[in-house]
């Protein structure tokens, strides 16, 4: 049975690899030249600038993600830095009582929760209560994901899942709060103010900030060293060694439909593909409303075109400076206070801005040299979209006077640097919308708003067509790594069940 999957990113390449070790013969259909989608790094002049795997769910055994992982990729082999600061968040306002300005994010969380206490003890209680839920969190697989389990193992693990009744208890407690609600808790002005900070807005759920902390002290969230393309590049290894096919270089233009049912692909110079079975990995709006002519939708998916239901996640401005300065003392993660408000030139105002240094991976940068990339996440992305498309002298000056800016913050904060910028590069909403086709420059698919138990309109199947899949980061509220592959995973399994396959995982063969 012949499957073409339009899109090399994580999750087309994850559901080609199962379904190749399921006796499926699957040919992946991919615009770029590259594979990887938005896990992504890229090299310029002697520097490789990283956009993706800052952290990985399950880049240590233990974790069920790190059991899949190790299913396409020969984990062991991949070496992850795990930092013992998550992040450093410059104060504007307090100090703390040895007169620092910044919060410091441990990973480790004894260490964290010792240091909060340290610096706040009259908000003991409420530190404390911030840490139990992430130690709870540590103590089951979460997800729990590998449900491809003979019946009475999972009876088994059924009775097992009601240990997690804990760990609903606590989520349910903490899960209508953001970052910025939550700060309200603490007395103490330092840690209020820090708390405030960890995320811009109020937006963000408090999730977002616990979960990655609960992985961080386990150290099974690390970034894979070699950076996102190379970690790309070893899943397109399996998925070829596994007999796949990818045609890059190749953009889909429709899928091919039959009385409601998907038989193909067409793509440039009006070439057609026919299948038995597509599968769409690509971004959800070019596939249900272009490659599909809307004509497969809900009224939840039209709900979400027109922004009232599932916010889309930022996109970004990222900034990579290739430095030639040994940067190894600097913190490799940090938000820093303006002194004056920034206003981008899509509208947005900011009041702080994040430096990534990459000290930690040497094969990012020369000796002596260092690769840093200055990120300011946006809501406006149609300004640089619609200013790429309509008015490219508009889009230019935009991203020069912006990029002026940055160097200026960036040459105070770093010291002394701006005559050692060797190379620059920027990427815009459009840049990332341009690349992997995702709607709006999203980084990550949808946001992971306050409802935190959202779901998204856009499953592993649209209404009133046959044979057609869809698998992404845009299945499930905030994406990433994990939900590309797990989304690809479970599209092959689903796929292996409707054609009466027995789903198997192939040893690896690399
Ligand atoms: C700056 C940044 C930082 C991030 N940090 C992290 C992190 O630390 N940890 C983490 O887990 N995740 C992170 N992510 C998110 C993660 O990269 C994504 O969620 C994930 O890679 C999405 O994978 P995907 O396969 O679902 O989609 P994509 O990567 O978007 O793949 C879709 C693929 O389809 C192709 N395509 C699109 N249209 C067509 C067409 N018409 N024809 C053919 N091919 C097409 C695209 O070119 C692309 O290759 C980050 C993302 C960004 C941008």
């Not at 994850?14 to 770029?32: D, P, R, S, V, W």
């Amino acid at each position: 049975m012949k499957i073409n999957i339009i899109g090399s990113g994580v999750s087309g390449m994850t559901a080609g690899i199962y379904l190749q070790m399921n006796g499926f013969e699957t040919h992946i259909f991919e615009k770029h030249s590259i594979p990887g989608g938005l896990c992504t790094s890229w090299k310029k002049g002697e520097y490789i600038f990283d956009s993706c795997a800052h952290w990985i769910l399950g880049s240590d055994s233990g974790s069920s993600f790190y059991k899949i992982w190790n299913e396409i990729l020969d984990m062991k082999k991949i070496k992850f830095h795990n930092h013992d600061i998550r992040m450093e968040v410059g104060l504007k306002n307090n100090t703390n009582k040895y007169g620092d300005k910044t919060f410091y994010l441990y990973t480790n969380l004894s260490k964290l929760e010792e240091y909060m206490i340290d610096i706040a003890p009259e908000d003991t209680k409420a530190i404390k209560e911030f840490i139990k839920p992430i130690r709870v969190m540590q103590k089951f697989d979460l997800p729990p994901i590998l449900d491809d389990l003979p019946l009475f193992k999972s009876i088994l693990r059924g009775i097992k899942m009601t240990r997690y009744l804990e760990f609903l208890y606590w989520f349910l407690k903490i899960k209508n709060y953001t970052n910025f609600t939550y700060s309200k808790k603490f007395k103490n002005p330092f840690l209020k103010e820090s708390f405030e900070l960890l995320y811009d807005g109020d937006e963000v759920n408090m999730m977002v900030l616990t979960l990655p902390l609960s992985v961080f002290d386990k150290k099974s969230a690390g970034y894979p060293i070699g950076g996102s393309m190379e970690f790309a590049k070893k899943i397109e290894q399996t998925y070829l060694n596994l007999g796949g096919t990818i045609h890059y270089n190749t953009p889909v233009k429709k899928i091919l439909t039959e009385n409601g049912i998907a038989n193909g692909v067409l793509v440039r110079n009006n070439i057609q593909h026919f299948s038995d079975i597509t599968i769409s990995a690509a971004d959800w709006n070019f596939t249900v409303f272009d490659a599909l002519d809307g004509k497969y939708v809900t009224n939840e998916m039209l709900d979400l075109k027109n922004k009232k239901s599932l916010k889309v996640f930022y996109s970004v401005m990222q900034f990579c400076f290739g430095i030639a300065k040994d940067l190894s003392d600097v913190p490799h993660f940090s938000r820093i206070p303006l002194k004056e408000p920034l206003i981008s030139p899509d509208g947005t105002e900011y009041n702080r801005f994040e430096v990534h240094v990459y000290n930690y991976d040497s094969s990012l940068a020369p000796e002596g040299k260092t690769a840093v990339t200055v990120s300011f996440y946006t809501t406006n992305q149609d300004f640089w979209i619609d200013a790429r498309k309509d008015d490219r002298p508009k889009y230019r000056t935009a991203k020069t006077e912006f990029t002026i800016k940055v160097i200026d913050l960036l040459d105070e904060r770093l010291g002394d640097i701006k005559d050692k910028i060797e190379v620059i590069d920027v990427a815009t909403p459009a840049t990332f919308q341009r690349y992997t086709g995702n709607w709006k420059g999203s980084t990550q698919g949808w946001l992971p708003g306050k409802n935190l138990l959202a779901k998204s309109p856009v499953g592993f199947k649209l209404p009133g067509i046959k044979n057609f899949y869809y698998s992404s980061h845009w299945n499930q509220p905030g994406g990433g790594l994990p939900i590309a592959i797990k989304t690809g995973r479970d599209v092959a399994k689903l796929i292996c069940k409707e054609h009466n396959v027995k789903f198997k995982v192939l040893p690896r063969t690399i």
